[in-house]
């Protein structure tokens, strides 16, 4: 497969020793594969094309500085940002593709949560130096981590299928899917399953939670309310929270938001409330279902039981 990249960007002067170049390269000798040429243009429309449009590469990479603006697919193009953290992500969504589509490599997908990416590796690295034959990558968002297993077409099939029963048995408990899909939008399948709507309410995220989940399939049926407000007036008013407990334990408080979630559970008790703010170490809930996130990390509260 041949595989042309073109760094486009506005100052060329430190480029040659770029960091998400030399990234790139090695992630692509995880597939065995190399750039063909890399060559450094500025942006300039008309010389970009020009580039694209003069070679017979199977996938030309474009990592840039800048925003461009042309049609990559007519071109055997795929443009990503020259940002080290977005980096991995996405090479597994743009590039991975083509590299399937043009190439005998395959690729499975393991999704886990609750687990630094380091510790998985670190968990893992006996079973990944025992197969050198299949390869393994992963990218992370924030403790949402995708494990990608590399292999070619002819690879022994009960060698995969014990490499990945392999990583079921260290990472079990913080597996939750081995398809392509967010934990947002399993979130959303396990709600339809128990006929349960999801009510929201943030404060520290202003909003972002809600806006993952709105991105997901059948998410205007499931949540029944999004809300970001820390204003004392209007949870007393809209909401019911008692402002006597805010008023006593302060709104920043495990009492108070055991408030806000049980006066939610009051109008919609077939919900289960996610709540995002801090409220300390300590919370017990009984008889109801919702989901604390702390700053640090996350608390689940399910019948009252405790989860950490």
């Known amino acids: 497969m041949k595989i042309n990249c073109i760094?486009?960007?506005?100052?060329?002067?430190s480029t040659y020793q770029n960091e998400t170049l030399?990234?790139?390269a090695k992630e692509l000798l995880t597939f065995g594969l190399t750039f063909n040429s890399v060559k450094f243009l500025k942006n300039d429309s008309e010389q970009i094309l020009s580039c694209l449009k003069g070679n017979d590469a199977n996938l030309n990479i474009v990592v840039t500085d800048?925003?461009?603006f042309f049609n990559a697919e007519s071109y055997n193009a795929v443009v990503i940002k020259d940002d080290l953290k977005e980096l991995k992500q996405n090479f597994i969504e743009k590039i991975v593709p083509h590299i399937m589509t043009n190439g005998t490599t395959q690729t499975t997908m393991l999704k886990v949560f609750g687990i630094p990416e380091k510790e998985i590796l670190s968990a893992i690295n006996d079973i990944i130096t025992a197969n050198p034959e299949i390869h393994l990558t992963t990218y992370s968002k924030d403790l949402d981590t995708t494990i990608v297993v590399i292999y070619d077409a002819n690879t022994n099939q009960q060698q995969l299928n014990n490499f990945i029963a392999s990583i079921y048995e260290k990472l079990r408990k913080f597996i939750y899917s081995d398809e392509d899909t967010s934990l947002y939008q399993l979130a959303l399948d396990l709600l339809t399953i128990g006929n349960r709507t999801l009510s929201i309410f943030e404060t520290i995220t202003g909003g972002n939670i809600s806006s993952?989940?709105?991105?997901?399939n059948f998410a205007p049926?499931?949540?029944?309310q999004a809300n970001a407000t820390n204003n004392e007036t209007t949870l007393v008013k809209d909401y019911g929270v008692n402002a006597g407990i805010i008023k006593k334990y302060g709104l920043v408080s495990v009492e108070s938001t055991y408030e806000i979630a049980s006066a939610i559970l009051e109008k919609k008790p077939n919900d289960v409330v996610l709540i995002n703010r801090y409220a300390g170490s300590e919370f017990k809930l009984d008889g109801e279902t919702f989901i604390l996130i702390k700053e640090t990390d996350i608390l689940g509260v399910i019948e009252g039981e405790q989860y950490e």
């Open 212 to 216: 993952e989940f709105n991105m997901c």
């Open 66 to 68: 800048c925003n461009l």
């Open 22 to 24: 030399e990234l790139l």
């Open 221 to 224: 049926s499931l949540i029944s």
């Open 7 to 13: 760094y486009v960007s506005n100052n060329l002067i």
